[in-house]
């Protein structure tokens, strides 16, 4: 079975700092990665994913995120965050050959303060 | 494409009252998934679809929880007879094959009990 580790509940920064949102993950077979953004009162959006290739993978707001397989990580990280980067961000993580099913993280809260 | 669908939106009911929810996924997708959210236990899956067939129910809470998908395009979520404690946000998300791994998220139903 898989599982995802969100190693911070909550991050507040100011407007322009740069942030990472860390993310571990375990699993004894190879896996897909994704970060979800979720702003209030919204369903979940796929931000990025990583599914292979390159282990840099960007999204078109600015964000990136890099697959690190000895260290099971997959932190996302912006250089210059936005007022509209408000959100919370969930990781997740799918067995390659299962159906779909996403084992999520439990989130990270991402408060940009001017 | 009008993306998943979920209805209601709002639901507010008292104790011991039938709740049904409603979801249409994104035309031509074969899977489908209901989630619960909720400050303490963050998202969870309940269950979910493959071509109409239930897969993995093993997130159902207990038999007061069911769920169908009479047809590729519509599932419900039923909770009979519902508990205050059900109170949570549910969302539905379907996934294609020509979606490259990514689920898409309805904009959830959220259900308040009495």
């Known amino acids: 079975a898989q599982s995802v580790t969100q190693l911070d509940s909550q991050v507040p920064v100011f407007e322009e700092a740069p942030v990472e949102l860390r993310c571990n993950y375990s699993?004894?077979?190879?896996?897909?990665l994704f970060w979800y953004v979720q702003y209030p009162n919204q369903g979940l959006q796929l931000l990025l994913k990583y599914l292979s290739g390159s282990t840099l993978v960007e999204s078109i707001n600015g964000f990136e995120a890099e697959f690190n397989k000895s260290q099971t990580s997959f932190h996302l990280r912006k250089p210059s965050v936005h007022i509209s980067d408000t959100a919370e961000y969930f990781c997740?993580?799918?067995?390659?050959?299962?159906?779909?099913?996403?084992?999520f993280g439990q989130g990270t809260i991402l408060t940009v303060h001017p | 494409d009008a993306g998943v669908i979920q209805s209601p939106r709002h639901e507010v009911t008292e104790m011991g009252q039938e709740v049904t929810l409603r979801c249409k996924p994104i035309?031509?997708?074969?899977?489908l998934f209901w989630y619960r959210q909720t400050m303490m236990r963050g998202l969870e899956l309940l269950i979910y679809f493959n071509n109409n067939v239930p897969i993995d129910d093993s997130g159902m809470p207990e038999d007061r929880f069911s769920a169908k998908m009479p047809n590729a395009s519509f599932s419900t979520l039923k909770i009979q007879p519902s508990e205050p404690r059900d109170s949570a946000v549910y969302f539905c998300?379907?996934?294609?094959?020509?979606?490259?791994?990514?689920?898409?998220f309805g904009p959830g139903t959220r259900l308040t009990v009495l």
């Open positions: 699993s004894s077979v190879s896996v897909y």
């Open positions: 998300a379907s996934i294609g094959t020509e979606s490259d791994n990514e689920q898409f």
């Open positions: 035309s031509g997708h074969n899977s």
């Open positions: 997740a993580v799918k067995r390659g050959t299962s159906y779909g099913k996403l084992t």
